[in-house]
């Protein structure tokens, strides 16, 4: 049996090959820096091109997509990581439906930059389900009413017939299918996005670390790498769960949290004797799995929360207990590649998007739902920095809440624990 990869994930093992940008080196200027080479730095240097502001300067300390942007799922859809509910709760029906929009039109968003761009990212435009994994249907019932309700969003029933149609497994008693939601090779599209900006004349650079960041005598801001400098009259901070170490006040506000992904090895005819759809799948409980078939007939499965970030091969038998839950006709089954990777995390589960109000921005905390609210981020602080869109504003209920590392990785492991025994305990009522 094949040993499992250790240096490197599917995603970069299959990415077409990609054209190095090279380091910062020497003096510049630039009207914006952008320090963070994931989906919320590109998606705002992109939106900035597409608005016709092109001095703008991408600093990426390793490269394009290294961190959680080229590695997690690929799921595409609305939302937030704080659930539909709990946003009505606190912003109440309208300002939390305007929030939720940004994202619907985020998926739309991506889904035209992939056909306008001709970005080569395997997109599979065949929604997701999310599947129950307990018998009581009413959480459902009651996420599809309030979802359509409140946010004019129709999500289809799907029997325990239809979903034992599309998923070979008992597990589940029911589902709902979300149609406006893909899923895409997340690497290879992060790639994309930086060689559409580079194209329309936004400056990236690789391997250039930010190490300090410091106000200019002229107002404006100074940018420092191991190889050269930028000066600037605006710097956006966007380095997810890989902290700058900039501004203290930025990084403290979230906390690194590791999630896991391994992929199967290729499966051939026995993939649609066990996931017979092209939509993407989670479940529902809180410490749920993920998984989507891959176009190379292949299994990529995800799931868990932690704030260890494990090796490949504590991964790999992780992950295959869980798969091995659902789908026991797989045990045989060899796993090729497995990895880990840190997502930022607030601790109200909401983005953080905002400035200091003197030319210093960030965008970050978008763990567990990142795809759509990084490109709506990346659009609203487009809009912010042309000066022409106070929409950002929508978020200022969600700012720089202290995390309290290390003690907040405490708190933030002892409710995943409490959460993942109430589903043990469900799971055990049920019988």
């Known amino acids: 049996m094949t040993a499992v990869s250790t240096t490197a994930s599917y995603y970069r093992a299959t990415a077409l090959p990609h054209e ?28 900035l091109a597409e608005r016709g502001i092109r001095d703008v300067t991408l600093l990426e300390a390793e490269d394009i997509g290294f961190g959680a942007s080229g590695r997690n799922g690929g799921f595409v859809f609305a939302g937030y990581s704080l659930g ?15 929030l939720f929009t940004h994202t619907v039109a985020a998926v739309e968003t991506i889904r035209a930059r992939i056909r306008q761009y001709d970005i080569d990212c395997d997109c599979v435009d065949h929604g997701v389900i999310w599947a129950n994994w307990f018998r009581d249907p009413e959480v459902l019932r009651a996420r599809q009413r309030l979802l359509s309700e409140n946010f004019d969003a129709t999500w289809e029933w799907l029997s ?32 994309g996005l930086a060689g559409v900006a580079a194209e329309q004349g936004v400056r990236i650079h ?6 300090a960041l410091a ?28 902290l700058a170490g900039l501004d203290r006040h930025v990084d403290r506000a979230v906390l690194p949290i590791a999630t896991y992904v391994m992929v199967t090895e290729p499966l051939g005819a026995r993939l649609a004797e066990t996931v017979n759809t092209r939509a993407a799948v989670y479940d529902t409980r809180f410490a749920f799995d993920y998984y989507r078939a891959l ?36 045990a ?53 920095l042309a000066g022409d869109d106070e929409d950002w504003r929508e978020f200022a209920e969600f700012g720089l809440v202290r995390s309290f590392r290390p003690f907040g990785y405490l708190g933030a492991q002892a409710r995943y624990s409490w959460l993942q025994m109430k589903d043990r305990l469900k799971e055990a009522l049920e019988g």
């Open 215 to 242: 106000r200019a005598s002229n107002g404006g801001w100074i940018v420092r790498t191991r190889g050269g400098s930028v000066h600037a009259e605006h710097v956006v901070l966007a380095c997810g769960g890989y």
């Open 332 to 384: 045989d089954v060899r796993i090729d590649y497995a990895w880990s990777g840190l997502m930022s995390y607030a601790r109200h589960e909401m983005p953080q998007i905002g400035t200091d109000g003197h030319g210093l921005w960030w965008a970050q905390a978008f763990g567990g739902h990142g795809l759509a609210p990084t490109t709506a981020a990346g659009k609203l602080l487009a809009g912010a």
């Open 160 to 191: 325990r017939e239809d979903m034992a149609e599309r998923l070979r497994t008992p597990r589940y008693s029911a589902g709902l299918f979300e149609r406006n939601a893909m899923h895409i090779h997340p690497l290879a599209y992060a790639r």
């Open 84 to 98: 539909e509910a709990a946003l009505l709760e606190r912003l109440g029906a309208s300002r939390a439906r305007s």
């Open 206 to 211: 690789e391997h250039s670390k930010a190490t």
């Open 295 to 330: 176009p190379d007939t292949r299994l990529l499965w995800g799931g868990r929360i932690s704030v260890r970030d494990r090796s490949a091969h504590a991964v790999k038998h992780l992950l295959r207990k869980d798969l091995l839950r659902v789908y026991p006709s797989l």
């Open 20 to 47: 190095s940008c090279a380091p910062l080196e020497g003096r510049h200027d630039a009207r914006i820096v952008i320090i963070g080479g994931g989906f919320a730095g590109l998606n705002t240097a992109l939106s």
